[in-house]
């Protein structure tokens, strides 16, 4: 089968087997990326017309437990400035976020033991009551399932956990001893048995990926069918193993963007912080690429270049919150308008109207 028939297979069936992804990543040219673009551009709009959303992301802690290779505040970057953001803090971000037309907040930090759960549960409890109409989203690592109940009960609506690579070979090459692909895979099904709407994701390009590898990232994705998915090339980190390793090729990675929006046709797939820290003009190819979420970083501008997960992370001009209307204009410029709802995934009604 050629990769052309691959392409539109894909397309028809939202479905490949591990070999003809291996074959489509390997061999597939610069039309047939053209051809994959404009599908994935069209069902994108298939079933979110030309209305993009938005995330207003709060970093809130640095601070990690964990020692992951790839990660610029990993527990053994002794070079990284260590911060903390105060419920208080957080209140504030949201309410900043609230007057710019956000209706879902991204509380994201490190496995952080000096901000506890407890508190974590109050926090949201806090933005939940101020804020009527809004999502919270955590992305906050691993947890047992009482905690995920914990923070769903205190009225989180959604939980991002990249699982970063679906290869546990691969998976032991990026991490420490003590974290596991199994682990991480059995905390998403738990997140998506509990009900949150979950958001799953890997780097494309870390060490030592492999197109094999790749394919069990799409396979993993279509048997999980997350709400979301978040993926971005890898960008290396000067105070990590990995500092002299090559970043991830933003050519593969909007490529793997029109792969997984005609795998999933109704995924809510970011244009990544990353992919706009690659190329300036990232973050609009991902849109037209498929993607169709954005997020904005609402997290105070005296700590935003601490979150500091890669080099040169783009962190005081346009990714920013407080500049909606130039984003805006960026956007119209390609045929698409910020929508100011909550933007939750159609998975969910689909699933309320069935049941």
């Known amino acids: ?55 207003g992301l709060i970093e809130f802690s640095n601070y990690c437990r964990n020692d992951c290779y790839y990660c610029g505040i990993r527990r053994g970057n002794r070079l990284a400035r260590r ?16 007057r710019l037309g956000f209706r879902t907040f991204v509380l994201q930090g490190g496995e952080d033991p000096g901000f506890s759960d407890d508190l974590l549960c109050q926090t949201i409890e806090q933005i939940k009551a101020r804020f009527v109409s809004c999502a919270v989203t955590l992305s906050v690592g691993e947890r047992p399932r009482s905690v995920y109940q914990s923070f769903f009960d205190a009225g989180a609506d959604r939980y991002l956990l990249r699982h970063e690579t679906a290869n546990a070979q691969h998976y032991r090459r990026l991490h420490p001893p003590g974290l596991s692909l199994e682990h991480r895979k059995e905390c998403l099904w738990t997140l998506k048995d509990i009900g949150f709407q979950v958001g ?68 809510l797939l970011p ?26 970083n609402l997290s105070p501008l005296s700590v935003r270049k601490n979150y500091m997960l890669y080099d040169n992370k783009i962190c005081t001009g346009e990714e920013s919150a407080q500049s909606v209307a130039q984003l805006q204009k960026h956007l119209s410029a390609i045929g698409y308008a910020l929508a100011v709802d909550r933007g939750d995934s159609p998975l969910v009604k689909l699933k309320k109207k069935e049941s």
């Open 200 to 267: 799953a994701g890997f780097m494309v390009g870390s060490p030592g990926q492999t197109d094999a590898d790749l394919a069990e990232d799409m396979l993993f994705l279509k048997e999980l069918e997350p709400h979301m998915v978040g993926i971005g090339p890898f960008l290396p980190h000067s105070a990590t193993p990995f500092a002299a390793c090559p970043p991830g090729s933003t050519e593969k990675t909007l490529f793997l963007l029109s792969c997984i929006r005609l795998m999933l046709p109704q995924v």
């Open 271 to 296: 244009a990544t912080t990353a992919l706009g820290t690659a190329a300036a003009d990232g973050r609009e190819r991902g849109i037209l690429a498929g993607a169709n979420v954005v997020m904005p």
């Open 83 to 98: 911060y903390r953001l105060t419920p208080e803090d957080i209140l504030a971000c949201c309410r900043e976020g609230d």
């Open 1 to 55: 089968m050629s990769t052309q028939q691959l392409i539109h297979q894909l397309a028809r069936t939202q479905f490949l087997s591990a070999a003809q992804w291996q074959t489509l990543f390997a061999q597939h040219t610069q039309e047939d990326a053209a051809t994959l673009t404009a599908l994935a551009q069209n069902t994108a709009k298939t079933y979110f017309g030309n209305r993009i959303y938005t995330r």
